[in-house]
T-cell receptor, first 112, second 110 residues
């Protein structure tokens, strides 16, 4: 089983709809992250959480919100989706003393 | 300018060596990373180097770090068609605030 899972893997929605992307991990890591990937731009950090009670904005948090329901779960919400939020979204986790992040398989989102 | 820069495309022949280059701006970066992304998949950590090292070798992969010039490279020896992917350079300061380049798409031709 994968250590970091994301659901759904693909989603098509319409402008103005609220949607939620879920991330779960079995690695026991404290830190979790949400990124978006756009062609030619690499990954941009949306939000991150260092533990259940800690939520921080990243570079591009406008239009997004997150919820850390438990150590193993970190969800990303688009309150009112817009077309320029069409992108590939990645969740990542990191242990407190570890040097690197571990990524989920990604969620491909299309906003019409 | 961007925090981490890398060229967008590289094409090599099977069996040749590939060299992917990256520059970064944060002189306080403590870790430099190379990730590989295959089509439809997430990012997979290939290797990383601590900023007080200048070289790290792992089988076919060699990472070179020039801290003075803030330049990082990834050399893949004997490149295979399975190495075709997008390679991301990233930097972080004390395991926090990871910054990614835009990715280099490596195409390996038979």
């Amino acid at each position: 089983d994968a250590d970091v899972t994301q659901t759904p893997r693909n989603r098509i929605t319409k402008t103005g709809k609220r949607i939620m992307l879920e991330c779960s991990q079995t690695k026991g890591h404290d830190r979790m992250y949400w990124y978006r990937q756009d062609p030619g731009l690499g990954l941009q950090l949306i939000y991150y959480s260092f533990d259940v009670k800690d939520i921080n904005k990243g570079e591009i948090s406008d239009g997004y919100s997150v919820s850390r329901q438990a150590q193993a779960k970190f969800s990303l919400s688009l309150e009112s989706a817009i077309p320029n939020q069409t992108a590939l979204y990645f969740c990542a986790t990191q242990g407190r003393s570890q040097e690197t992040q571990y990524f989920g398989p990604g969620t491909r989102l299309l906003v019409l | 300018g961007e925090d981490v820069e890398q060229s967008l495309f590289l094409s090599v022949r099977e069996g040749d060596s590939s060299v992917i280059n990256c520059t970064y701006t944060d002189s306080s970066s403590t870790y430099l990373y190379w990730y590989k992304q295959e089509p439809g998949a997430g990012l997979q950590l290939l290797t990383y180097i601590f900023s007080n090292m200048d070289m790290k070798q792992d089988q076919r992969l060699t990472v070179l770090l020039n801290k003075k010039d803030k330049h990082l490279s990834l050399r893949i020896a004997d490149t295979q068609t399975g190495d075709s992917a997008i390679y991301f350079c990233a930097s972080s300061r004390n395991n926090n605030d990871m910054r990614f380049g835009a990715g280099t798409r490596l195409t390996v031709k038979p």
